[in-house]
Protein backbone atom coordinates (compact mmCIF):
# COMPACT_ATOMS: atom_id res chain seq x y z
CA UNK A 1 0.00 0.00 0.00
CA UNK A 2 1.47 3.22 -0.77
CA UNK A 3 2.11 5.36 2.10
CA UNK A 4 -0.11 8.39 2.38
CA UNK A 5 1.85 11.78 2.48
CA UNK A 6 1.13 15.03 0.73
CA UNK A 7 2.57 14.13 -2.49
CA UNK A 8 0.32 11.05 -3.34
CA UNK A 9 -1.44 13.57 -5.91
CA UNK A 10 1.53 13.98 -8.33
CA UNK A 11 1.41 12.76 -11.72
CA UNK A 12 2.92 13.51 -15.06
CA UNK A 13 1.50 16.33 -15.93
CA UNK A 14 2.27 16.32 -19.70
CA UNK A 15 1.58 12.47 -19.95
CA UNK A 16 -1.82 13.14 -18.40
CA UNK A 17 -2.76 16.54 -20.57
CA UNK A 18 -2.21 13.90 -23.95
CA UNK A 19 -3.75 11.30 -22.09
CA UNK A 20 -7.09 12.97 -21.61
CA UNK A 21 -6.92 14.71 -24.71
CA UNK A 22 -6.55 11.31 -27.04
CA UNK A 23 -9.69 10.09 -25.24
CA UNK A 24 -11.74 13.06 -25.68
CA UNK A 25 -11.15 12.73 -29.66
CA UNK A 26 -11.49 8.89 -29.70
CA UNK A 27 -15.02 9.64 -27.85
CA UNK A 28 -15.75 12.35 -30.21
CA UNK A 29 -15.05 10.82 -32.88
CA UNK A 30 -16.12 6.93 -32.28
CA UNK A 31 -18.39 7.07 -29.87
CA UNK A 32 -20.59 10.36 -29.68
CA UNK A 33 -19.89 11.31 -33.70
CA UNK A 34 -19.81 14.95 -33.06
CA UNK A 35 -17.91 17.65 -34.81
CA UNK A 36 -16.55 19.86 -31.75
CA UNK A 37 -16.97 20.81 -28.30
CA UNK A 38 -18.76 23.05 -26.18
CA UNK A 39 -17.62 24.85 -23.09
CA UNK A 40 -19.19 26.63 -20.20
CA UNK A 41 -16.82 28.79 -19.45
CA UNK A 42 -17.75 30.55 -15.54
CA UNK A 43 -14.13 31.86 -14.73
CA UNK A 44 -13.16 28.97 -12.40
CA UNK A 45 -10.78 26.45 -12.75
CA UNK A 46 -12.65 23.37 -13.63
CA UNK A 47 -14.12 25.24 -16.70
CA UNK A 48 -10.99 26.77 -17.73
CA UNK A 49 -9.18 23.35 -17.41
CA UNK A 50 -11.85 22.30 -19.40
CA UNK A 51 -11.57 24.55 -22.50
CA UNK A 52 -7.90 23.99 -22.38
CA UNK A 53 -8.03 20.37 -22.75
CA UNK A 54 -10.96 20.69 -25.41
CA UNK A 55 -8.43 23.07 -27.66
CA UNK A 56 -5.48 20.27 -27.12
CA UNK A 57 -8.09 17.84 -28.07
CA UNK A 58 -9.53 19.29 -31.30
CA UNK A 59 -8.31 22.71 -31.92
CA UNK A 60 -9.95 26.28 -30.90
CA UNK A 61 -11.62 26.40 -34.34
CA UNK A 62 -13.75 23.48 -33.20
CA UNK A 63 -14.58 24.85 -29.38
CA UNK A 64 -17.44 27.03 -28.27
CA UNK A 65 -17.34 28.92 -25.11
CA UNK A 66 -20.08 30.09 -23.31
CA UNK A 67 -20.49 32.68 -20.58
CA UNK A 68 -23.28 32.74 -18.69
CA UNK A 69 -23.41 35.34 -15.96
CA UNK A 70 -26.52 36.09 -13.79
CA UNK A 71 -27.70 38.45 -11.13
CA UNK A 72 -25.40 36.92 -8.57
CA UNK A 73 -22.55 36.03 -10.10
CA UNK A 74 -19.05 37.85 -8.82
CA UNK A 75 -17.96 41.04 -10.98
CA UNK A 76 -14.96 38.95 -11.39
CA UNK A 77 -16.91 35.97 -13.45
CA UNK A 78 -17.26 37.03 -16.83
CA UNK A 79 -13.97 39.42 -16.92
CA UNK A 80 -12.50 36.04 -15.83
CA UNK A 81 -14.23 34.04 -18.37
CA UNK A 82 -13.55 36.39 -21.20
CA UNK A 83 -9.92 36.14 -20.33
CA UNK A 84 -9.92 32.00 -20.71
CA UNK A 85 -11.66 32.37 -24.01
CA UNK A 86 -9.41 34.80 -25.79
CA UNK A 87 -6.27 33.55 -24.20
CA UNK A 88 -7.42 30.27 -26.42
CA UNK A 89 -8.52 32.03 -29.11
CA UNK A 90 -11.77 30.46 -29.50
CA UNK A 91 -15.38 31.68 -30.41
CA UNK A 92 -17.66 32.33 -27.57
CA UNK A 93 -20.81 34.08 -26.23
CA UNK A 94 -21.98 35.76 -23.30
CA UNK A 95 -25.58 35.23 -22.36
CA UNK A 96 -26.90 37.27 -19.68
CA UNK A 97 -29.51 34.40 -17.95
CA UNK A 98 -31.01 36.85 -15.32
CA UNK A 99 -34.11 37.66 -16.92
CA UNK A 100 -34.73 34.02 -18.07
CA UNK A 101 -34.25 32.78 -14.15
CA UNK A 102 -36.28 36.00 -12.95
CA UNK A 103 -38.92 34.98 -15.48
CA UNK A 104 -39.30 31.47 -14.43
CA UNK A 105 -39.64 32.25 -10.77
CA UNK A 106 -35.82 31.74 -9.42
CA UNK A 107 -35.04 34.75 -7.36
CA UNK A 108 -39.02 34.97 -6.59
CA UNK A 109 -38.77 31.17 -5.27
CA UNK A 110 -35.84 31.63 -3.47
CA UNK A 111 -36.78 34.85 -1.70
CA UNK A 112 -39.69 33.60 -0.44
CA UNK A 113 -38.02 30.94 1.01
CA UNK A 114 -35.79 33.79 2.86
CA UNK A 115 -38.31 35.62 4.26
CA UNK A 116 -39.69 32.46 6.05
CA UNK A 117 -36.74 32.99 8.14
CA UNK A 118 -35.83 36.25 8.09
CA UNK A 119 -39.51 37.96 7.39
CA UNK A 120 -38.25 41.37 7.04
CA UNK A 121 -35.83 40.48 4.34
CA UNK A 122 -36.71 42.58 1.29
CA UNK A 123 -34.84 40.66 -1.98
CA UNK A 124 -31.57 42.85 -1.74
CA UNK A 125 -29.56 41.67 0.30
CA UNK A 126 -26.63 39.64 0.65
CA UNK A 127 -26.67 36.22 1.28
CA UNK A 128 -25.49 32.13 1.19
CA UNK A 129 -26.10 28.85 2.76
CA UNK A 130 -23.31 27.38 4.86
CA UNK A 131 -23.36 23.90 5.87
CA UNK A 132 -22.80 23.15 9.68
CA UNK A 133 -22.50 20.24 11.78
CA UNK A 134 -20.60 17.94 10.09
CA UNK A 135 -17.10 18.85 11.09
CA UNK A 136 -18.78 17.97 14.73
CA UNK A 137 -19.45 14.92 13.77
CA UNK A 138 -23.73 15.74 14.01
CA UNK A 139 -25.92 15.17 11.26
CA UNK A 140 -25.20 18.07 8.59
CA UNK A 141 -27.81 20.85 8.21
CA UNK A 142 -27.39 24.48 6.19
CA UNK A 143 -27.57 27.54 7.85
CA UNK A 144 -28.71 31.07 5.80
CA UNK A 145 -26.32 33.64 6.58
CA UNK A 146 -27.76 37.50 5.16
CA UNK A 147 -25.78 40.46 5.46
CA UNK A 148 -28.16 43.45 6.60
CA UNK A 149 -28.34 47.06 4.66
CA UNK A 150 -25.95 48.05 7.62
CA UNK A 151 -23.49 45.81 6.88
CA UNK A 152 -24.40 43.34 10.06
CA UNK A 153 -24.46 39.42 9.45
CA UNK A 154 -26.64 37.49 10.66
CA UNK A 155 -27.69 33.47 10.62
CA UNK A 156 -30.49 31.05 11.40
CA UNK A 157 -30.49 27.58 11.05
CA UNK A 158 -32.87 26.82 8.09
CA UNK A 159 -35.82 24.34 8.42
CA UNK A 160 -35.93 21.83 5.58
CA UNK A 161 -38.68 23.48 3.45
CA UNK A 162 -36.68 26.08 3.03
CA UNK A 163 -33.44 24.67 2.78
CA UNK A 164 -35.06 22.75 -0.23
CA UNK A 165 -36.84 25.64 -1.65
CA UNK A 166 -33.94 27.90 -2.13
CA UNK A 167 -31.85 24.89 -3.21
CA UNK A 168 -34.45 24.27 -6.12
CA UNK A 169 -34.42 27.85 -7.00
CA UNK A 170 -30.60 28.05 -7.38
CA UNK A 171 -30.70 24.94 -8.99
CA UNK A 172 -32.41 26.48 -12.08
CA UNK A 173 -28.71 28.41 -12.55
CA UNK A 174 -27.46 25.34 -13.43
CA UNK A 175 -30.00 24.01 -15.66
CA UNK A 176 -30.74 26.98 -17.88
CA UNK A 177 -27.32 27.11 -18.32
CA UNK A 178 -27.10 23.44 -19.40
CA UNK A 179 -29.84 24.40 -21.55
CA UNK A 180 -27.95 26.86 -23.17
CA UNK A 181 -24.98 24.54 -23.82
CA UNK A 182 -27.41 21.67 -25.43
CA UNK A 183 -28.97 24.59 -28.07
CA UNK A 184 -25.30 25.49 -28.93
CA UNK A 185 -24.33 21.87 -29.30
CA UNK A 186 -27.15 21.16 -31.60
CA UNK A 187 -27.04 24.22 -33.84
CA UNK A 188 -23.56 23.26 -34.34
CA UNK A 189 -23.33 19.70 -34.17
CA UNK A 190 -21.20 19.00 -31.11
CA UNK A 191 -20.97 17.47 -27.74
CA UNK A 192 -21.09 19.11 -24.25
CA UNK A 193 -18.04 19.14 -22.04
CA UNK A 194 -18.95 18.49 -18.27
CA UNK A 195 -16.31 19.87 -15.62
CA UNK A 196 -16.85 18.35 -12.58
CA UNK A 197 -13.70 17.10 -10.88
CA UNK A 198 -13.26 13.84 -8.88
CA UNK A 199 -14.00 15.90 -5.19
CA UNK A 200 -17.73 17.26 -6.78
CA UNK A 201 -18.22 14.20 -8.64
CA UNK A 202 -17.44 11.75 -5.77
CA UNK A 203 -19.03 13.70 -3.46
CA UNK A 204 -22.20 14.77 -5.49
CA UNK A 205 -21.25 18.60 -5.57
CA UNK A 206 -23.33 18.97 -9.00
CA UNK A 207 -26.54 19.50 -10.13
CA UNK A 208 -28.91 17.08 -11.59
CA UNK A 209 -29.76 17.58 -14.95
CA UNK A 210 -27.56 21.16 -14.73
CA UNK A 211 -23.86 21.07 -14.28
CA UNK A 212 -23.72 17.37 -14.05
CA UNK A 213 -25.29 16.70 -17.39
CA UNK A 214 -22.66 16.27 -20.54
CA UNK A 215 -21.30 14.71 -22.87
CA UNK A 216 -17.60 14.01 -21.81
CA UNK A 217 -16.46 15.00 -18.46
CA UNK A 218 -13.01 14.99 -19.10
CA UNK A 219 -11.93 15.84 -15.35
CA UNK A 220 -14.03 13.49 -13.22
CA UNK A 221 -10.86 11.66 -12.51
CA UNK A 222 -8.78 14.07 -11.35
CA UNK A 223 -8.43 15.54 -7.79
CA UNK A 224 -8.96 19.56 -7.79
CA UNK A 225 -5.36 19.28 -6.71
CA UNK A 226 -4.10 17.70 -10.00
CA UNK A 227 -6.55 20.33 -11.92
CA UNK A 228 -4.52 23.01 -10.41
CA UNK A 229 -1.13 21.26 -11.73
CA UNK A 230 -2.61 20.90 -15.05
CA UNK A 231 -3.78 24.15 -15.23
CA UNK A 232 -0.28 25.61 -15.07
CA UNK A 233 1.19 22.79 -17.78
CA UNK A 234 -1.87 24.24 -20.04
CA UNK A 235 -1.32 28.30 -19.27
CA UNK A 236 -4.51 28.79 -17.48
CA UNK A 237 -4.54 32.95 -16.60
CA UNK A 238 -2.52 33.17 -12.92
CA UNK A 239 -5.41 35.08 -12.36
CA UNK A 240 -7.57 32.39 -12.30
CA UNK A 241 -5.63 30.12 -10.86
CA UNK A 242 -5.19 32.26 -8.27
CA UNK A 243 -8.48 32.44 -6.99
CA UNK A 244 -10.49 30.35 -4.27
CA UNK A 245 -12.65 28.41 -4.93
CA UNK A 246 -16.43 29.78 -4.89
CA UNK A 247 -20.09 28.57 -5.72
CA UNK A 248 -20.25 31.70 -7.54
CA UNK A 249 -24.29 30.40 -7.14
CA UNK A 250 -25.44 33.21 -4.41
CA UNK A 251 -24.40 36.98 -3.68
CA UNK A 252 -22.59 36.73 -0.60
CA UNK A 253 -18.90 35.02 -1.67
CA UNK A 254 -19.31 31.56 -0.37
CA UNK A 255 -16.82 29.20 -0.77
CA UNK A 256 -16.89 25.62 -1.97
CA UNK A 257 -15.61 23.98 1.46
CA UNK A 258 -18.04 26.76 3.56
CA UNK A 259 -20.96 25.27 1.54
CA UNK A 260 -20.21 21.80 0.94
CA UNK A 261 -17.30 20.10 1.94
CA UNK A 262 -15.93 19.23 5.44
CA UNK A 263 -11.75 20.70 4.77
CA UNK A 264 -10.64 22.71 2.06
CA UNK A 265 -9.97 21.08 -1.11
CA UNK A 266 -6.17 20.58 -0.33
CA UNK A 267 -6.88 19.00 2.83
CA UNK A 268 -10.12 17.36 1.35
CA UNK A 269 -8.72 15.56 -1.91
CA UNK A 270 -5.92 13.68 0.07
CA UNK A 271 -8.94 12.38 3.03
CA UNK A 272 -10.97 11.44 -0.10
CA UNK A 273 -7.77 9.40 -1.70
CA UNK A 274 -7.03 8.03 1.83
CA UNK A 275 -10.73 6.71 1.91
CA UNK A 276 -10.76 5.41 -1.23
CA UNK A 277 -7.20 3.41 -0.92
CA UNK A 278 -7.93 2.56 2.83
CA UNK A 279 -5.93 4.41 4.74
CA UNK A 280 -6.45 4.47 8.35
CA UNK A 281 -8.36 7.80 9.96
CA UNK A 282 -5.17 8.40 12.23
CA UNK A 283 -2.71 8.06 9.45
CA UNK A 284 -4.99 10.78 7.63
CA UNK A 285 -5.11 13.12 11.01
CA UNK A 286 -1.08 13.11 11.10
CA UNK A 287 -1.07 13.86 7.59
CA UNK A 288 -3.55 16.47 7.28
CA UNK A 289 -2.53 18.13 10.70
CA UNK A 290 -6.03 17.30 12.50
CA UNK A 291 -7.33 15.54 15.31
CA UNK A 292 -7.91 11.33 14.99
CA UNK A 293 -11.62 12.93 15.99
CA UNK A 294 -11.79 15.09 12.76
CA UNK A 295 -10.57 12.33 10.61
CA UNK A 296 -13.11 10.65 11.56
CA UNK A 297 -15.94 13.10 11.26
CA UNK A 298 -14.48 13.64 8.02
CA UNK A 299 -14.53 10.18 7.18
CA UNK A 300 -18.29 9.90 7.59
CA UNK A 301 -19.10 12.54 5.96
CA UNK A 302 -17.77 11.66 3.07
CA UNK A 303 -19.49 8.11 3.29
CA UNK A 304 -22.87 10.17 4.09
CA UNK A 305 -22.52 12.01 1.15
CA UNK A 306 -21.86 9.26 -1.15
CA UNK A 307 -24.79 7.76 0.09
CA UNK A 308 -27.50 10.61 0.30
CA UNK A 309 -25.91 12.30 -3.45
CA UNK A 310 -26.47 8.07 -5.00
CA UNK A 311 -29.33 9.49 -6.11
CA UNK A 312 -27.76 12.18 -8.89
CA UNK A 313 -25.29 9.24 -10.73
CA UNK A 314 -28.33 7.54 -11.48
CA UNK A 315 -29.77 7.08 -15.27
CA UNK A 316 -33.59 7.21 -15.94
CA UNK A 317 -35.04 3.84 -14.70
CA UNK A 318 -36.85 1.59 -16.18
CA UNK A 319 -39.62 -0.82 -15.47
CA UNK A 320 -37.99 -3.46 -18.29
CA UNK A 321 -34.72 -2.95 -20.03
CA UNK A 322 -34.90 -2.38 -23.77
CA UNK A 323 -31.96 -4.73 -24.90
CA UNK A 324 -32.07 -3.59 -28.22
CA UNK A 325 -30.80 -0.02 -27.25
CA UNK A 326 -28.43 -0.69 -24.87
CA UNK A 327 -25.00 0.86 -25.42
CA UNK A 328 -22.17 -1.46 -25.25
Excluded at 153 to 159: F, I, W
Excluded at 204 to 219: L, R, S
Aim: aromatic share 8%.
Amino acid sequence: MTKLNRNVLDLDVKAEIERITASMREMLARRLRRRGLVVGISGGIDSAVCAALSVRAVGAAKVFGLLMPETDSASTTTPRGQQVAEQLGIEFRTEDISATLRAIGCYRWRDDAIREVFADYDGSWPHKLAIRGGQQGLANHFALVVQRPNGRQEEARLGLNQYLQIVAATNYKQRIRKTIEYFHADRLNYAVIGTPNRLEYDQGFFVKNGDGAADIKPIAHLYKTQVYALAAELGVPEEVRRAAPTTDTYSLVQGQDEFYFALPYQQMDIALWAVNHGVAEQEVAAVLGISTEQAHHVYADIAAKRRTTSYQHLPPLLVDPVRELQVP
